[in-house]
């Protein structure tokens, strides 16, 4: 058996990883500056991390959520503190998608309605619901029929317009990612919060990528001032292990059999999760991604020959006249730099660990010019 042939490959077969490098099979070393899609949050390997994981794993791994976990109870209450949603109610799972499947359920399990307004260019997973909501009818198959209303992101207007008692949801990402780094304005999100309160809709915020401090806040839409009914989280909660959540209103009644999953919120995953937030506190990376973001993306903006430079924190996209294929091959063979593409052909995606360091910043902009001063060559070639 192979495995089903599904991702373009890059050339290179990671063995090893510790903050924010990689090394290869031939002990090749290189700088991470997307994670994974966004995954490590408090750096590969932290040693916190892997003490809990392999404390726990010398206790008990898994069971399912047919006993006491004591450690999901330890999780809700440290993620409720760190994101000031004390208030709320966690359901864990495993992916993005799943987080995303079960919020829209919900939803319309709470007002019994299946019309979901989402927003050009999203993306919000590919399971059944999570990919009929995301903007590419490339990944949608036949059977993942919803009914699904897109609108323009930032366009009140329009928004306004598909608004009204029919609608189940609406579902926004905190920042769009694979969009290539497309920021909801605060006005725009206000609406949104305002709409669903007075038509009685889900305000649901998929925090799948902009979420976990990796912005400069807990979550991208606290930006905004706004509250969302129920808010998705997966990628850097874990660090790599693989979790994901929903964070739920108290407006929600929880029913037996409501939701339910067999490996979401078991033992290992609840100490990966954990221990994500106690390095996130302890070393004060909310507030170091805020600083070092807005550092680097005044940096940023001095280069030449990039046409903008998009983020807040550190979730950063650099889009250029041209697309970046070329450019990226170049800084990953000659300068060992691992960079993020997005459906935008013309965008790099910045996704680094939230410990990454000044230094390791200027190595990745020093190399950044010296491939852009290429750029003719790749254009021509
Ligand atoms: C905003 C957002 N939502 C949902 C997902 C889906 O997450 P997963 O791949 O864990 O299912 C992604 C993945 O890229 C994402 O970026």
Redesign the pocket.
Known sequence: MKPFNVYPLQNITPVKAKGSWLWDSNNEKYLDLYGG??VISIGHSHPYYIQKITDQLQNIAFYSNSVINPLQEELAQKLGELSSYTDYNLFLCN????A?ENALKLASFYNGRKKVIAFSKS????TSL?VATTNDASIQAHINSHEVIFVELNNEEAFIEAMDESVCAVII?GIQ??AGIQIPENSFLQLIEQKCKEFNAVFIA?E???GYGRTGNFFAHQHAGVKPDLI?V??GMGNGFPI?GVLINPKFQAKYGLLGTTFGGNHLACVAAIAVLDVIKEEQLIEKAKALGEKWMNELKQIDGIKEVRGKGLMIGLEFEFPISELKNNLTSEHHLLVGTASNKNVIRLLPALTISEKEIELFNNALVKSLENANIFLKS
């Open positions: 899609h966004a992916s993005g998608a799943e995303n993306f919000h997973g590919r999570a990402e990612g694979v998929d799948v990528q902009s998705t997966a990628k994901a």
